[in-house]
Every structure is written in structure tokens, then in C-alpha cells.
């Protein structure tokens, strides 16, 4: 799930305008349209740009049970909620996946598995379909066998050539999700042309966002500025040559923009992520904000989440703002960008976002974009994503390479 699969579908209510002490004041209400259910962090394969925390290990024991994700499906459709991701994590791990999507359709959900393959058969594809999924979205990873086993530190190469024929053949509109770094960004024509063969409809390009493990992994993931502008290139010449029966999306990355973007599409605005352990987020990372109280579905209602928790409302709209946002003519535009990577590069979440050129923190990116170049940073070892390494970071052993990052995970 990215930023550009939530496209243009901020629905933001303004509910009346009040009179308080005689002041006009607008109050907006807003509803979350999306629900992403992270319903595990377990997952076979190993990535090392997993936008995963990367103490996942920690909330693995923990999981919500069937009927507490039937409920939470339940109270985020009284919400309003009208698309269900169905995340994680590798959901199939899960033996109740098909439970799950059975209620979403009872529910009327616009329900969407987002998934690396790794467990989908004959048996639970046809279970998902009689069920009422609408929409499987498969990770592939590159053309060669060599760079998605190694990626993804498995032998899943074949694996999810397979899987993309079953999808098909199960009357599923092909939707591939590709992650672009430094290893694969060189392929781009290649990885469009095996979309292509495989009859994808939809195919996303998402570029590396450095969040997780793809952030202790920056120095090793992050391509150059001429390889992005190349791949930019590949693919609007691919997307001419395509016309309507291929949407692709290709998002750019943040590092190398002028500009944040608007993360999440606001802070609170459409979309609510439940995490494996029942947290209720507004975002993937928000867990790394530092004094933050997230509410859980085991001891909370998802509507007083949603509407009156002090963590939902802490970056709605723009109060929190400080200068250069505050009294920035853009600030509508981006609110102010992403205050997890404001954070994370900064240690303070309520700056600019540093990805953006007024930012005074800009040279942070700058010098990211630099080290990524430096042979002797760059040629540091990936970590991936595994439960040895999560305990790993979670003790401090890999301090190193993650203490300039605040409070990773
Ligand atoms: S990015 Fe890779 S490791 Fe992370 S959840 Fe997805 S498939 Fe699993
Ligand atoms: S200064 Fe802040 S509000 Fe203005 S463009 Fe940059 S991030 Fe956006």
C-alpha cells in the first residue's frame, strides 16, 4: 500500500460552521475511507526495504484473534471505512484469511489481499473468490531469478510466476506491485515487458520510501538521481506504447523531490491502519513518533480512536505546525509532508518535513543522496528483515547503524 494506491480519494467533510463566543469557526469531520488490516508482521520472505517496524518481532506473539478483526471490520465500516487492505506481514500466514473476507463482502468492503504469493493455492484462491475478494495486488520483485532471491533473501522466483497465473486465471484483474531500488531500477523496461506478458492491468513502480528496514538499508537501496530520471523516462515511453489496457503508476521518491508529499493524505484525514497487535495508527510508522499513546481495538473503541483520541487529533489539520510550514502559501498542499521522516532525520516531529527545499533540514537528504554514493557507506551489508535481526535491534546490537536514525524502529 503507498500513497499513490490512496490516489485522489480524500473525502473531507466540513460539517457546518459554528459560532463559538460569537467566532465562525469551520469544524471538519472526517471519515476513514480506508482500513489497512495488518493482520500479521510474520512473513516468509525477508526484504530489505520491508516498511515494516523493525521490531516487529515484538508484536508477533500478540496477534488480534479472528472475531477481534471481524469486529474491527464491523466498527470501521460504521466509521464510514469503505476499501479493506488485507496487509502485513504476509497475510496467508493466517489460517483466517477467507473468514475475514467473507465479512468484509457482508459488510460491503471493497476488499483488496496484498500479498508476496507465498501461500496462495488453488484451494484458498477459489475460497477467496467464492468468498467475495475483489482484488489480489502481488508483489513482484525483478525479472531475474538472481535479484528476487536475493532481495527478498528466499528462493521465490518462480514461485510468484506461478502465483501470477493462478490470479489470473481466477478471473482477477492482474495488479503487480513492484518496489524499485538500486538493484532493479537498471531492469525497468524488462520488469514493464514482463508485466505485460503476465496481462497486468495495473502495475505499480513504487519507488523505495526509507521507512523501516529500507531506512537502515538507505545507503545500500538508494539509486542515483540519473537512474530515477531514466526510469521516469522507460516508463512514460512504456505507458504511450501501453495505452489503456496497462495503468501504470510510478511514484516518485521523496528524497529526490522539491517537495513532500501530503503523507497519508493528511494526518487522520481517510485512512486507519490496525495493526497485527490491535494498535490503530494513522499511518505504517506512526509508532515511532515519541510521546504518543496509540489506542488499541482489545480496550478501545475504533470510533473514539477515530474521532477523539489525543493521537488521531495531534496532526489533523495545521495548528501543530511550526515555521518554515506554518506560514508557508503551500502548506495546503503537503501539511507540512511526513512527520514520521520530520522525526526520523530529525529527532523532532513537528518540523518540515526535510525532504522539502525550505526545510533547514534539507541537507539531511542532501547528504543521504551523497553517502548512497560513497562506496565504502554503500558497501556496508544489507540487513534484512528477519527475527534475528528484529531481536537484534530491538537489544541495540545494531546500533550502529541505526542510532542516526531516531528511534528507529
Ligand atoms: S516487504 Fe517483503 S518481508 Fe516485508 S512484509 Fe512484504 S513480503 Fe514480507
Ligand atoms: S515549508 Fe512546510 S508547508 Fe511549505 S512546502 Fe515545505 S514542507 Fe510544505
Redo the contacts with the bound molecule.
Sequence with gaps: MTQASLGESVVQKTVHAAQNNGVAANITQTQPLWLLAEVTYR?P???A????PTDYDKHTQNELTTEQWIQALRDARKLGALQLGIS???PLLRDDIEDIVIEAKKLGYYSNLIT?GVGLTEKRIKAFKEGGLDHIQL?MHDITEEINNFI?NTKTFELKKKVAAMIKDHGYPMVLNVVIHRYNIGHLKEILEMADALGAEYVELANTQYYGWSLVNRSQLMPTREQIEEAERITNEFREKAGSKMKIFFVVPDYFSDRPKKCMNGWGEVFMIVTANGDVLPCHSARVLPNMQFPNVKDTDLGWSWKESPAFNKYRGDDWMKEPCRSCSEKANDLGGCRCQSFLLTGDAEVADPVCTKSPHHHLIEQAIIDAQNPVIAAQPIVF?NDKNSKKIIAGELNERTEQFHALP
Design positions: 512473513c520472505l525477508h526484504c526495504f520491508c516498511y515494516n502485513g506481514g504476509e508476496s508483489s527478498t528483515r
